[in-house]
């Protein structure tokens, strides 16, 4: 079992930044990725950035460029770094980890909301 713990979230006025951080305990050994989701109101729930353990990464268009994901092995942590943040980066911002390497399973954060003021 892997346990996703998301903190980082809040308030932010449009151009400015925030950092969100997801904290994975447990079987940890079995992550092959792990990902940043989000889902605005009304809205699906779409891949905004993931990471391998390779290092291979992904960014949805909408945030390329301005949000980079990054990882600290040692602390079993990803973050997300979001700068130049729009209105429409608005939603709740979901950690997302792929156990690739046991079972093939998904474990999610319990989802973080991020608000953009214009």
């Known amino acids: 079992q892997v346990q996703l713990v998301e903190s980082g979230g809040g308030l932010v006025q449009a151009g400015g930044s925030l950092r969100l951080s997801c904290a994975a305990s447990?079987?940890?050994?079995?992550?092959?990725?792990m990902g940043w989701y989000r889902q605005a109101p009304g809205k699906e729930r779409e891949l905004v950035a993931a990471?391998?353990?390779?290092?291979?990464?992904y960014y949805a268009d909408s945030v390329k460029g301005r949000f980079t994901i990054s990882r600290d092995n040692a602390k079993n942590t990803v973050y997300l770094q979001m700068n130049s943040l729009k209105p429409e980066d608005t939603a709740v911002y979901y950690c997302?980890?792929?156990?690739?390497?046991?079972?093939?399973?998904?474990?999610w954060g319990q989802g973080t909301q991020v608000t953009v003021d214009s």
């Open positions: 990471i391998t353990s390779g290092g291979s990464t």
């Open positions: 997302n980890a792929d156990s690739g390497y046991c079972h093939r399973d998904e474990y």
């Open positions: 447990g079987d940890t050994i079995c992550i092959s990725a």
